[in-house]
């Protein structure tokens, strides 16, 4: 019924930028909070950013400052600026929105993932 498609991913050299781009797309639906995780190999997969209806945001430690998620409610997107990339950022990012179809509850949704990789 609703499928998240994300761009954006790639390869760049450390102290770079890449932004990321999620689309929902679909049945009728709302979308209620967006968020970006991301999974190293051999890692839990964690939280990087997440942001409200309302444009509350919350960050990860590691890329606060560094890091900006944005939205655009009429387009159905969530964004990822990513600047000064370190090796550590490396991994699959996934993006993930709560939505609620129609009448039905609120069901989280994610996105096949990219891959970022951050190296010299």
């Known amino acids: 019924q609703v499928q998240l498609v994300e761009s954006g991913g790639g390869l760049v050299q450390p102290g770079g930028s890449l932004r990321l781009s999620c689309a929902a797309s679909?049945?009728?639906?709302?979308?209620?909070?967006m968020g970006w995780y991301r999974q190293a190999p051999g890692k839990q997969r964690e939280m990087v950013a997440f942001i409200t209806t309302g444009g509350s945001t919350n960050y990860a430690d590691s890329v606060k400052g560094r890091f900006t998620i944005s939205r655009d409610n009429a387009k159905n997107t969530v964004y990822l600026q990513m600047n000064s990339l370190k090796p550590e950022d490396t991994a699959v990012y996934y993006c993930?929105?709560?939505?609620?179809?129609?009448?039905?509850?609120?069901?989280?949704?994610w996105g096949q993932g990219t891959q970022v990789t951050v190296s010299s």
């Open positions: 993930n929105a709560q939505i609620r179809v129609g009448s039905s509850p609120i069901h989280g949704y």
């Open positions: 679909g049945s009728i639906f709302t979308i209620y909070v």
